[in-house]
């Protein structure tokens, strides 16, 4: 029998997912104490421009490694001048009694932390795992065997993701939901399944589209969620006045999100609402912990990372959106909701 799609799990699994998501974390730490950062920034409280020309890196990686430091204490953002906290100093300055600096020695030649040396100086991901002759995930995505595999570990994560956010979204009144970069399409299913006045399309390009048409049949759903194939950033399917991004836009920079949310803009009926699907940095961009983690699993090996609410309501507002709020689902997750103008 198909998998109730309405049910949830009888315990929360955090600390399961956080282990995975924080697993690049330490290896950004140690990139940094690698090149002193703290010790720099202890003498030269610098903007987010200021540290990218004063070592040669580019503003993406800067961000994100940013983000985590302030995250965990260690860094604080006076009107856009970053300081080393009373702990940095204390901890993580070369000179200080207690600099842990060398406890993190040893760690140097990890391959993560000597590829974010590259990453911070060229804002180009590297390869899965450390692997430098990996090609670009995004392409690896056209072949079958990487496609079947990748969309397999996204699919279990969704599972459980979906079901959270199903059960807070508000779509009364709203008839079709186009899952953009749908993968397996479970969100189409869990959110079809949830609100049964709705209809769902799960659309993405081959060969994930055929994956998602096998799944989508075996979870009992292909009489409500159908399948449309196409390149996302070539426009989208009309006929549905809800889109959905779920763990999408966080793989891309910001000017293929604006394309993205241009195309979405295009394809929505006026009054179409948006729901964006992620983990999200707050507003003050200083947290949450979690999720400051995972940005830099994003930065490694993509062209993105987590974004913070007040990026992607500015985002939105350029594209012709009117953003909502943020609201809190599972492990770190949530989702922000736009109408279109």
């Not at 690698?34 to 990218?52: E, H, K, Q, V």
């Not at 793989?251 to 195309?263: I, R």
């Not at 012709?320 to 689902?329: N, V």
Request: net charge negative.
């Amino acid at each position: 029998m198909p998998h109730d799609l309405t049910s949830a799990p009888a315990t929360d699994p955090l600390n399961i997912y956080r282990y995975r998501d924080s697993l690049y974390a330490v290896d950004m730490i140690t990139a940094a104490l690698g090149f002193d950062f703290f010790t720099w920034l202890a003498a030269n409280p610098s903007s987010l421009a200021g540290i990218c020309d004063h070592f040669g890196f580019r503003e993406r990686p800067v961000d994100t490694m940013l983000t985590l430091f302030a995250a965990n204490g260690w860094v604080e953002d006076r009107s856009g001048t970053f300081h080393a906290t009373a702990t940095a100093q204390e901890h993580l300055r070369a000179g200080s009694v207690w600099d842990v600096c060398p406890y993190y020695a040893s760690l140097h030649d990890r391959p993560i932390a000597r590829d974010y040396f590259e990453v911070l100086k060229t804002d180009k991901p590297a390869g899965w795992s450390g692997d430098k002759a990996a090609f670009d995930w995004h392409k690896a995505m056209e072949q079958e065997d990487f496609a079947r595999k990748f969309t397999a570990a996204m699919d279990c994560r969704g599972l459980y993701l979906s079901q959270a956010l199903a059960k807070k979204l508000d779509l009364a009144g709203r008839s079709c939901l186009l899952d953009i970069g749908a993968g397996s399409g479970i969100y189409a299913c869990a959110i079809a399944a949830q609100h049964t006045h709705l209809k769902a399309v799960a659309f993405d390009q081959s060969p994930v589209d055929r994956i998602a048409a096998k799944l989508i049949e075996e979870r009992g759903c292909a009489d409500r969620v159908s399948v449309a194939t196409g390149n996302m950033f070539d426009g989208l399917p009309s006929g549905c006045d809800v889109h959905l991004f779920s763990n999408v836009l966080h793989d891309w920079g910001v000017p293929e999100v604006k394309k993205l949310l241009a195309v979405s803009h295009a394809a929505l009926p006026a009054g179409g609402l948006l729901i964006i699907h992620d983990a999200f940095i707050n507003a003050t961009k200083n947290g949450p912990l979690h999720v400051a983690e995972y940005s830099c699993l994003l930065m490694h090996s993509t062209q993105g990372k987590c974004y913070s609410t007040g990026e992607y309501s500015a985002l939105l507002d350029e594209a012709g959106f009117d953003p909502g709020d943020y609201h809190d689902t599972a492990v770190a997750r949530g989702f922000m909701t736009a109408i279109r103008r």
